[in-house]
């Protein structure tokens, strides 16, 4: 079971549990169209949403050993910039999510936030001592292959229609971590996972 949230920390970025402050921007940058299109959040995005989400779905999850999630802020100001979780906690495994504002990136703040939730999901003294951590995009979301593929990632295939979203199956792309795994860029990835099959 999952402990009461926790903060970690590694290079440019701080992550901690979303708080009521993060509330107005946490509302904001889901109504990003470009995160309602590769996420499950709700959309339209509204404040009650946000609101839902900081004070229920978060706090439920932590207390229930099922999620942890974090919100990813920026060091040195402390604000919040994107999210990040690890989901479905059961059985030595959890399912890696995340989400970054348009304006935070392309700084490697989602690698460097990836690379410590990593850290504290295979620990198995200080964190939650997992033996598998799962990734799962809609098929064409390259940036979080980019994201997946540089933290080591392997490739586990496409599940055709495997995902549900807005009401409708859209394919499944899947990759997985284990504890031995190197964490380093992987290969073996198909090219029409990168940014430049899907342009």
Not at 70 to 91: C, E, K, N, P, V
Not at 134 to 162: C, P, T, Y
Request: hydrophobic content about 45%.
């Amino acid at each position: 079971m999952a402990p009461a949230p926790v903060e970690l920390a590694g290079g440019p970025v701080v992550l901690s549990a979303p708080v009521e402050a993060d509330i107005d921007r946490i509302a904001e940058f889901c109504r990003d169209p470009e995160i309602a299109a590769w996420t499950t959040v709700p959309s339209p995005y509204e404040r009650a949403d946000a609101e839902k989400f900081v004070a229920g779905i978060v706090p439920d999850g932590w207390a229930s050993g099922r999620e942890c999630t974090w919100a990813l802020r920026d060091a040195q100001t402390r604000l919040l910039h994107g999210m990040i979780g690890l989901h479905h906690l059961h059985d030595g495994e959890g399912e890696i999510g995340f989400w970054l504002s348009a304006g935070a990136r392309g700084r490697g703040w989602m690698a460097a936030a990836v690379d410590v939730v990593l850290d504290y999901a295979f620990d198995a003294s200080a964190g939650l001592g997992l033996q598998r951590v799962v990734w799962h995009a809609f098929a064409g979301n390259a940036a979080s292959a980019a994201v997946a593929r540089r933290a080591g990632f392997q490739w586990e295939g496409v599940a055709r229609l495997g995902a549900p979203h807005r009401g409708v199956r859209r394919d499944d792309w899947q990759a997985a971590l284990l504890p031995g795994d190197p964490r380093q860029p992987a290969d073996g990835w198909p090219a029409f996972t990168s940014a430049q099959a899907a342009r």
